[in-house]
């Protein structure tokens, strides 16, 4: 199975690689860490729509994405979202 791997922004600056559990345009759900030291969060569009945050045990992380990037990545995913199906 082929994991997706996001990159978010600490808020002191640092990037962390995150597997991504969940994507869709209303939030992204990701895990960050290994094993039984693994925290999942939920990332959920900000008001402007320009990024995803969210916190980790009362840490702010973000994913520098705009919501329509992220629509757009859905639809290059899975094309078929678009395609009728004939009745």
Known sequence: MNTEKIKVRTENGQTLEVV???????GIQ???GEGIHNVKCELTPTRNGLAYAGSVMGREIVYERSREQVQADLGMANPSLHKSRPR
């Open 20 to 26: 991504v559990l969940s994507k869709r345009a209303g």
């Open 30 to 32: 990701v895990v960050l």
